[in-house]
C-alpha cells in the first residue's frame, strides 16, 4: 500500500492506470477505521483493479460547537487494517492541500439538504458536498462507495454526481451493526459504558417501527409516536425521528411503499445516527 500526501502525486499515480483501462475504486473516509469502513473497501477490491482510501477530517462539515477537535484518530491502525484488506494507495491530504489559500469551489449540497440533518447541523452538508467533489476531482474514481449507515449524505453524492455530469457510479452498502444492532461509528467510541447500553435503543425504536408499519400501521405520526416512547427512557434529546420518501428525503404523513425511518438522537452528548429501509 502505497502512503500518498500530495493530490498531485495520487492524480499522477491513478492517470497511469487509466490509461492503462485499470478500474480505480474510491472509498472517503474519516478514519478510526471499524468494520462498517471496512465493507466498503472489500466491496471496492471485489470491483476495481485499483483501490483508493482516503482519511481526511474534513473540518468544514463539522459546525462551530462540534467535536472537529476531539474526533478520534489513530492512523496506525486505520494503515494496518487498509493494508491487511489490500488496499493500493491511501490518501492522506493536509488540510491546505484540499482547501488552498484561494479555494473558491464551495459546493451547494442541492435540495436534499432541507430535510433531516440539514436544518439540525446547519453547513454540514455544504462541507461533505465541498470537501467530496474537491476529492472526486482528484481520484477521478469509476466507482466511489458510501455507507447506508449516511443514508442522506448518499443521497446527496448521487444527486451532486448526476448535476455535475460526473462518471462515477456511487455505490452505497448496508449499514454494519454491532452485535446487539448499534450501528458502527466512529463515534461510538465517545460513549461511556451505560451510554453503550443506551445506545442499543436506536435500533430497538427502527425495529419496533418496522414491526408496526408490517403490522399494517399507515399513520406516521402514530408510528413516531411509538418510535420516541422506545428512546425517551435512555436518551438525553432527540433531534428528529422522520419518515421520508427515500428518494427524495420529503416527509410522509401516510406509509407508502417504500418508506425511510430515520433518527437521530443524543445519547449523553454523543450524537447518533441511524436509519431501516421499509417496503411494504
Ligand atoms: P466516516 O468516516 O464516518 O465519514 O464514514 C466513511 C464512510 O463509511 C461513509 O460513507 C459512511 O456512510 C460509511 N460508514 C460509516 N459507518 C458505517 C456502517 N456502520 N456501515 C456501513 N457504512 C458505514
Redesign the pocket.
Known amino acids: 500500500m502505497r502512503v500518498i500526501k500530495s493530490p498531485e502525486h495520487l492524480s499522477e499515480a491513478l492517470s497511469r492506470f487509466r490509461k492503462r483501462g485499470k478500474q480505480v475504486g474510491f472509498?472517503?473516509?474519516?478514519?478510526y477505521l471499524?468494520e462498517?469502513?471496512l465493507?466498503?473497501v472489500r466491496r471496492a477490491r471485489k470491483e476495481n483493479d485499483i483501490v483508493v482510501v482516503s482519511i481526511f477530517v474534513n473540518p468544514t462539515q463539522f459546525g462551530p460547537h462540534e467535536d472537529f477537535k476531539r474526533y478520534p484518530r489513530d492512523l496506525k491502525r486505520d494503515r494496518k487494517l487498509l493494508r491487511r484488506d489490500h488496499v493500493d494507495y491511501l490518501f492522506l491530504p493536509s488540510r491546505s492541500s484540499i482547501y488552498p489559500k484561494y479555494f473558491n469551489d464551495v459546493v451547494d449540497p442541492g435540495p436534499l439538504a432541507r430535510y433531516l440533518c440539514g436544518p439540525k447541523r446547519p453547513g454540514h452538508f455544504r462541507g461533505v458536498a465541498t470537501v467530496v467533489k474537491r476529492l472526486f476531482r482528484i481520484v477521478h474514481p469509476d466507482r466511489a462507495?458510501?455507507?447506508?449507515?449516511?443514508y442522506q449524505?448518499?443521497r446527496m453524492i448521487e444527486a451532486l454526481v448526476q448535476r455535475f455530469r460526473m462518471p462515477i457510479k456511487v455505490r452505497t452498502?448496508?449499514?454494519?451493526?454491532e452485535k446487539d444492532g448499534l450501528?458502527?461509528?466512529?463515534r461510538n467510541r465517545y460513549l461511556s459504558r451505560r451510554e453503550r447500553i443506551s445506545a442499543r435503543s436506536l435500533y430497538q425504536s427502527l425495529l419496533q417501527a418496522k414491526k408496526l408499519i408490517r403490522a399494517g400501521e399507515r399513520d406516521v405520526s402514530v408510528i413516531k409516536k411509538m418510535a420516541r416512547s422506545v428512546l425517551l427512557p435512555y436518551l438525553s434529546k432527540i433531534d428528529y425521528i422522520e419518515l421520508v420518501d427515500p428518494d427524495q428525503l420529503t416527509p410522509l404523513r401516510k406509509v407508502q411503499s417504500r418508506v425511510l425511518i430515520a433518527i437521530a438522537c443524543y445519547v449523553g452528548s454523543t450524537r447518533l445516527i441511524d436509519n431501516i429501509l421499509v417496503k411494504v
Do not use: N
Not at 472509498?27 to 478514519?31: C, L, Y
Not at 462507495?145 to 449516511?150: C, I, M, W
Open positions: 472509498v472517503p473516509t474519516m478514519g471499524h462498517g469502513h465493507f466498503l462507495y458510501f455507507g447506508e449507515k449516511d449524505q448518499s452498502c448496508p449499514i454494519v451493526r450501528a458502527m461509528s466512529s
